[in-house]
């Protein structure tokens, strides 16, 4: 039995479940209204997801069912069917209080974005301006005595050297990279035959670990402080300009990623448990209600 989108039991199931939600929010509006008066059906912005996800399953059906072709533009209608999965929010009382939790850090986690958005700036322009093409120092064969001629001076000649592959240093623990090396003290250096030059082929890892300019400053500090194998770039500086550099990373590992990044969940943590006590509140004051109603009864 095929249990695809398409399938027979997969559409009867689709038309089941829109049955129950339309007659769930029918109820509610013959008992509560629906958007003239205070606490009607619209006025509660939990139920705009559930009217939202019934107007677009019903608008789809129809279109599906007046178009009467499985073409692509009746499978993009289909798409929207997954946010039918939405309506589950509003059912979950745990999901409920953890969306309403998010919406109400909205405000605080703007203004941590905005902090963190502002120390990486200052990471990545520190890193620019001191680690600007240091990745990209490489060992090189020592060029070889060359006498000029007609066809080539020594000077073309010397950067067909250094710019053909073969004359790098490559890892031997690793094949296909090569070593990055430094002329700085206590940097890694060149073994007796190479010369460690700046300026030669592209950065690591396929280019996307730099310094070279804002942007990908930007982005190789985001990868520092969320730690995201943030060691293979703490290694690759390290070894192009030597020990000292260890405070920057000190300093973008444990303020921008113990501090800022708990920060944002702290504040995320902060707005659940307030929402929580909402909660909490709010379904007290209902039971306090429905008891005194049944002692009036």
Same mark, same amino acid.
């Given at each position: 039995?095929?249990?695809?989108?398409?399938?027979?039991?997969? #559409?009867?199931?689709?038309?089941?479940?829109?049955?129950?939600?339309?007659?769930?929010?029918?109820?509610?509006?013959?008992?509560?209204?629906?958007?003239?008066?205070?606490?009607?059906?619209?006025?509660?912005?939990?139920?705009?997801?559930?009217?939202?996800?019934?107007?677009?399953?019903?608008?789809?059906?129809?279109? /599906?069912?007046?178009? $009467?072709?499985?073409?692509?533009? %009746?499978?993009?209608?289909?798409?929207? !069917?997954?946010? !039918?999965?939405?309506?589950?929010?509003?059912?979950?009382?745990?999901?409920?209080?953890?969306?309403?939790?998010?919406? !109400?850090?909205?405000?605080?986690?703007?203004?941590?974005?905005?902090?963190?958005?502002?120390?990486?700036?200052?990471?990545?322009?520190? $890193?620019?301006?001191?680690?600007?093409?240091? %990745? !990209?120092?490489?060992?090189?064969?020592?060029?070889?005595?060359?006498?000029?001629?007609? /066809?080539? *001076?020594?000077?073309?000649?010397? *950067?067909?050297?250094?710019?053909?592959?073969?004359?790098?240093?490559?890892?031997?623990?690793?094949?296909?990279?090569?070593?990055?090396?430094?002329?700085? /003290?206590?940097? $890694?250096?060149?073994?007796?035959?190479?010369?460690?030059?700046?300026?030669?082929?592209?950065?690591?890892?396929?280019?996307?670990?730099?310094?070279?300019?804002?942007?990908?400053?930007?982005?190789?500090?985001?990868?520092?402080?969320?730690?995201?194998?943030?060691?293979?770039?703490?290694?690759?500086?390290?070894?192009?300009?030597?020990?000292?550099?260890?405070?920057?990373?000190?300093?973008?590992?444990?303020?921008?990623?113990?501090?800022?990044?708990?920060?944002?969940?702290?504040?995320?943590?902060?707005?659940?448990? #307030?929402?929580?006590?909402?909660?909490?509140? #709010?379904?007290?004051?209902?039971?306090?209600?429905?008891?005194?109603? #049944?002692?009036?009864?």
């Amino acid at each position: 039995m095929s249990l695809g989108p398409d399938s027979k039991a997969a #559409e009867t199931a689709e038309y089941a479940f829109l049955a129950i939600y339309t007659l769930e929010s029918i109820i509610k509006i013959l008992a509560r209204g629906f958007i003239l008066h205070k606490f009607t059906y619209l006025r509660d912005p939990w139920n705009w997801l559930d009217f939202a996800v019934i107007v677009s399953a019903y608008v789809t059906t129809i279109i /599906s069912e007046v178009s $009467g072709s499985s073409g692509t533009n %009746l499978q993009a209608l289909r798409t929207f !069917r997954v946010f !039918r999965a939405l309506k589950t929010i509003s059912i979950v009382p745990g999901l409920k209080t953890l969306v309403g939790a998010l919406l !109400r850090a909205f405000k605080l986690l703007f203004e941590v974005i905005i902090l963190i958005t502002f120390c990486l700036a200052v990471f990545a322009l520190f $890193g620019l301006q001191v680690y600007m093409g240091v %990745l !990209r120092q490489k060992c090189v064969v020592d060029v070889p005595s060359y006498n000029a001629t007609s /066809s080539m *001076n020594y000077l073309a000649y010397y *950067n067909d050297w250094i710019k053909n592959t073969s004359n790098w240093y490559e890892d031997p623990d690793n094949g296909g990279t090569y070593i990055i090396c430094g002329n700085a /003290s206590g940097s $890694g250096q060149c073994n007796s035959g190479y010369t460690c030059l700046p300026d030669i082929g592209e950065n690591p890892n396929y280019g996307y670990t730099s310094f070279d300019h804002f942007g990908w400053a930007m982005l190789t500090s985001f990868q520092l402080i969320t730690l995201d194998f943030w060691e293979d770039s703490y290694n690759k500086i390290i070894r192009a300009s030597g020990p000292w550099n260890v405070l920057f990373f000190v300093i973008v590992v444990f303020f921008g990623s113990f501090y800022l990044i708990n920060l944002m969940l702290a504040v995320v943590a902060m707005s659940y448990q #307030e929402e929580a006590v909402s909660a909490g509140k #709010e379904k007290a004051d209902n039971e306090k209600k429905q008891k005194e109603r #049944e002692n009036k009864s």
